[in-house]
């Protein structure tokens, strides 16, 4: 294979006709256009403005901010006691705590149980029965109660642990 990084030989015959060669005559009717079109461009154009006086830079802010200055107006202060009561589980009875010895009532909004981590811990081999894969699960329980008001909420979270059997198919 012929190496591409090295030069090509020097050719006499071909650079006797590169030298012949020689771009074409302008012709006059070309440099008169060129000539024309820069003096009426140069006549036409407009001092620039400066960018603060440019009316179109300022739209896209003033919208930004009008649409912000709307949602902070328009956006509800706090759920009123309809809202969080349709939130709320139909079977769960409020709930009564006390504050600086006046009674609050609050009423469940959220309950979840989420799993933190999963571990596999083997197998166990059971006489006279299928396998069983021993898992123990971590989950996080939480409940959150909210007065009618919105303005008390309480958030209780308990960690637990599970142990759990599941049975295997042998094939």
Request: net charge negative; charged share 25%; no cysteine.
């Given at each position: 294979m012929k190496d591409l990084n090295h030069?090509?030989?020097?050719?006499?015959?071909?650079?006797?006709?590169?030298?012949?060669?020689?771009?074409?005559?302008?012709?006059?009717?070309?440099?008169?256009?060129?000539?024309?079109?820069?003096?009426?461009?140069?006549?036409?154009?407009?001092?620039?403005?400066?960018?603060?006086?440019?009316?179109?830079?300022?739209?896209?802010?003033?919208?930004?901010?009008?649409?912000?200055?709307?949602?902070?107006?328009?956006?509800?202060?706090?759920?009123?006691?309809?809202?969080?009561?349709?939130?709320?589980?139909?079977d769960s009875l409020p709930t009564v705590?006390?504050?600086?010895?006046?009674?609050?009532?609050?009423?469940?909004?959220?309950?979840?149980?989420?799993?933190?981590?999963?571990?596999?811990?083997?197998?166990?081999?059971?006489?006279?029965?299928?396998?069983?894969?021993?898992?123990?699960?971590?989950?996080?329980?939480?409940?959150?109660?909210?007065?009618?008001?919105?303005?008390?909420?309480?958030?209780?979270?308990?960690?637990?642990?599970?142990?759990?059997?599941?049975?295997?198919?042998?094939?």
């Amino acid at each position: 294979m012929k190496d591409l990084n090295h030069e090509p030989d020097f050719d006499p015959a071909l650079e006797h006709e590169l030298r012949k060669l020689a771009p074409a005559p302008v012709k006059e009717r070309l440099l008169e256009r060129m000539e024309n079109a820069l003096t009426h461009d140069t006549l036409s154009v407009q001092p620039a403005q400066h960018p603060a006086r440019n009316w179109r830079l300022w739209v896209m802010p003033a919208t930004a901010v009008a649409g912000i200055t709307l949602m902070a107006l328009l956006a509800p202060q706090s759920p009123t006691p309809e809202v969080t009561k349709t939130i709320a589980p139909q079977d769960s009875l409020p709930t009564v705590a006390e504050t600086e010895g006046e009674p609050i009532e609050l009423f469940p909004v959220r309950r979840n149980n989420e799993v933190v981590d999963a571990v596999h811990e083997g197998i166990i081999q059971v006489p006279g029965q299928a396998p069983y894969r021993k898992v123990r699960v971590q989950v996080m329980d939480s409940m959150e109660w909210i007065a009618p008001d919105g303005v008390t909420r309480v958030e209780y979270q308990v960690p637990r642990e599970e142990h759990l059997l599941v049975p295997m198919e042998i094939r």
